[in-house]
């Protein structure tokens, strides 16, 4: 199918790589839905880049299945879909971690659970990561659990809920896990990436987990080494593979990089 023709759709468009990603995207062409989670936010930054605006907070299932329905409305099919929202906040309790992985797990696993009936053969899915994900983190026994083959998407949340209960009751230490929600929802996320690859690889839909590299973003922070423009062709490269592309992967510039 001509990119001219392709639908994509990228979570948390409205600023730093989510917003850069969309104009990218634009220039090669596709049909691009920039979602936020206001639609004055997707509409402010959607007119900037002449694109299509969606409103979109994934922690909010209401809002998920309107979405999902608006898309279906629209389009009937989506080709691309970028989950790039993400936060990163400060400290560390049960609160910071919950809110965290709300977002950045959760929020990206409800987001791609509602929208792959609209994704047909050739599509692509892309979970913006992070090197903080890295395994090497973890103790041997939470690795070993995070990259079992046998793992599944219920067994990826009883996993995660008990990192939740652990820092609500200050055993994360304890427990195997690192001391930083913003880790641990990116180590989900790259585990919930090698799921969906496995069980949609008969659908012939593409799913890859992307590490854009530390860059200048709000989140990043100024001193970052990377430019948007860098961590948005990462993005981008696995946005845009072929049907016959590589899937259930980690990436960095294009080249695969250790769990």
Known sequence: MPLTDQVALVTGG????????CRQLAARGFRVVLSARSAEAANRAAAQLGVESLALDVADPASI???????????????VLVNNAGVSLSGFDGEIARRTLAVNLFGAIDVTEALVPLLGRGSRIVMVSSGM???SAFSPARRRELESPDLTREGLRELVLRFLR??????????GWPRSAYRVSKAGLNAFTRILAVELAE??????AVCPGWVRTDMGGSAAPRSLETGGESIVWAA????DGPSGGFYRDGRRIAW
């Open 14 to 21: 409205n600023r730093g790589l989510g917003l850069e990603t």
């Open 166 to 175: 652990a820092a609500e009751e200050g055993q994360v230490e304890a427990g």
């Open 203 to 208: 659908a012939g839909v593409i799913v890859n």
């Open 65 to 79: 299945a309107s979405a999902r329905a608006e898309l279906e409305a629209r389009y009937r099919r989506l080709d």
């Open 240 to 243: 845009t593979l072929a049907v």
């Open 133 to 135: 994900g890295e395994l």
